[in-house]
């Protein structure tokens, strides 16, 4: 088994590459930490059949540090429309929860096979969507109430099954409310932590004192995993807020869809 310092430096550097994607994606660092999780682990004595739930377990708690550390920093900034907030946070929360207890009665193949899938119909769905690549700016426009309410439901439900957040769902969903992508970037951070949260308290739940479990792990968090990318994300997190101010609209847009396709490759042929 590897030392404690060891593993720490190697997750530290991953935490830099997922605080800079979590800021400017508002994926909360789930995309890049499931799966690169989901091919460490292994090599980490971890058995294969919970690999992919301390994956998405560590995720989520990383979620929580990173959301709330981009959120601060996209408020300064002005951009965080919080009206539309508070439409989708309250169901958001009530989906993440049912999603956090159905997880573990799900095997890890088909999480991982979810994953792909949802991930791929994102890029095809935000493809043929024209109105994501390109939208028009001075309006913005929310479905009704229920619709509104709705998709939080089902959003804070799949991201905390799958342990991606919800700039993934998020993101899409606002687009075609004709936002902005950095208000639907900023936006996904906040909406992230009631996922997060509620994910995390049922994956530590759900793993405890599991006998199959190497050491430092709490539940379903690996705890060199999580602390390693939590201090590499105060690093990466502020490029992240800088370029996502910097870039143009239709240019961020293509290459959130670029990550991605890199992202689903990655688990694909894995």
């Not at 956090?100 to 890890?108: D, F, M």
């Not at 049922?202 to 199959?212: S, W």
Request: proline residues 6%; positive net charge; charged residues 5%.
């Amino acid at each position: 088994m590897r030392s404690f310092m060891y593993l720490f430096i190697i997750f530290l550097t991953f935490g830099v590459l997922t605080g800079l994607l979590s800021s400017l994606f508002g994926f909360g660092g789930g995309f890049v930490v499931v799966p690169m999780l989901y091919i460490v682990l292994p090599t980490l004595a971890f058995p294969d059949t919970l690999v992919m739930y301390v994956a998405i377990g560590t995720s989520l708690a990383i979620m929580i540090v990173n959301s709330t550390n981009s959120t601060i920093s996209h408020h300064r900034k002005k951009h965080i429309l919080w009206f539309i907030f508070l439409q989708l946070a309250p169901t958001i929360a009530v989906g993440a929860i049912i999603g956090g207890l159905v997880s573990p009665l799900i095997e890890g193949d088909i999480l991982r096979y979810l994953f792909i899938t949802l991930v791929v119909y994102t890029i095809f769905s935000s493809l043929i969507t024209k109105s994501f690549i390109h939208i028009k700016t001075d309006s913005i426009q929310m479905p009704s109430r229920l619709k509104t309410s709705l998709a939080g439901g089902i959003i804070g439900f799949i991201s905390t099954l799958l342990g991606v957040g919800g700039g993934l769902m998020t993101i899409p969903f606002l687009r075609t409310c004709h936002l902005k992508m950095v208000n639907a970037v900023s936006l996904a951070t906040p909406l992230s932590l009631p996922i997060a949260i509620f994910g995390t308290i049922t994956a530590i739940y759900n793993g405890f004192n599991h006998p199959d479990l190497p050491p430092w792990s709490l539940g379903f968090v690996y705890i060199p995993a999580f602390l390693g990318i939590v201090f590499g994300g105060f690093i990466g997190v502020p490029i992240g807020i800088w370029i996502s101010h910097i870039l143009p609209d239709r240019l961020f847009s293509r290459i959130y869809l670029l990550l991605l396709s890199i992202v689903v490759m990655t688990m694909i042929f894995e």
